[in-house]
């Protein structure tokens, strides 16, 4: 399906029902027990805070996916995640390929507007921004409501705000990032001794 019948077709859907209907929160399932598998998953509004199998320094996250009602492919996918030893976020964002690479992806709120946020690479499943976001641009989202919009060109010159709920953004965040401290590993620090025996 072309880029912009994808996005128009969103558009309408959020015309004609509301978007939060349309908000999809599960990603597909890694195997389970396997590396990468979800060990805890919570809904809070319209985000999920997932921890993963794995031993990272960032093993969870809060998401938010669109998909198109029609083929349910995603339109709009966003991954929050806090890395604790260096007090810092790393978000991905996920949108359709056909996107102006050089126009970059914009979080606009009712009360900030990021900078232009660069995507890194693309795939057969669509093109990603990855990287840190500054913790006062998560804190600024946090502070606003009640939606925000990512806004992308596609490679035709149309722009796009695809809209997303910031419902639960602020107590997920928390959450997860309270979760994120108590499952980080650190991968530079020693192991710890086996305790001794009484």
């Known amino acids: 399906?072309?880029?912009s019948r994808l996005l128009t077709g969103?558009?309408?859907?959020?015309?004609?029902?509301?978007?939060?209907?349309?908000?999809?929160?599960?990603q597909p399932a890694a195997q389970p027990g396997g590396p990468g598998a979800v060990t805890d998953s919570k809904a809070i509004g319209s985000?999920?805070?997932?921890?993963?199998?794995?031993?990272?320094?960032?093993?969870?996250?809060?998401?938010?996916?669109?998909?198109?009602?029609?083929?349910h492919q995603r339109v709009l996918g966003v991954s929050l995640a806090y890395v604790p030893k260096d007090d810092k976020h790393v978000v991905d964002i996920a949108v359709p390929l056909?996107?102006?690479?050089?126009?970059?992806?914009v979080i606009k709120t009712d009360s900030f507007t990021?900078?232009?946020?660069?995507?890194?690479?693309?795939?057969?499943?669509?093109?990603y921004v990855e990287g840190v976001m500054?913790?006062?641009?998560?804190?600024?989202?946090?502070?606003?409501?009640?939606d925000a919009s990512v806004n992308i060109v596609a490679d035709d010159g149309k722009a796009y705000a695809i809209k997303i709920s910031?419902?639960?953004?602020?107590?997920?965040?928390?959450?997860?990032?309270?979760?994120?401290k108590e499952k980080a590993k650190d991968p530079d620090a020693p192991p710890a001794a086996p305790?001794?025996?009484k």
């Not at 969103?10 to 599960?26: F, I, S």
């Not at 056909?98 to 992806?105: E, L, N, R, T």
Request: glycine share 8%; hydrophobic share 40%.
């Open 166 to 180: 910031l419902d639960g953004f602020a107590a997920a965040h928390d959450s997860m990032a309270s979760l994120a």
């Open 47 to 71: 985000w999920t805070v997932r921890c993963f199998s794995v031993t990272t320094g960032s093993p969870c996250d809060m998401y938010e996916e669109l998909q198109d009602k029609n083929t």
């Open 10 to 26: 969103l558009a309408l859907g959020c015309v004609l029902l509301p978007c939060a209907a349309m908000a999809q929160t599960a």
């Open 98 to 105: 056909g996107v102006s690479i050089g126009a970059g992806a």
């Open 1 to 3: 399906m072309k880029f």
């Open 114 to 127: 990021s900078p232009k946020l660069a995507f890194r690479r693309c795939d057969q499943q669509g093109c």
């Open 134 to 146: 500054p913790n006062d641009m998560v804190a600024s989202i946090a502070k606003s409501g009640p």
């Open 195 to 197: 305790a001794k025996k």
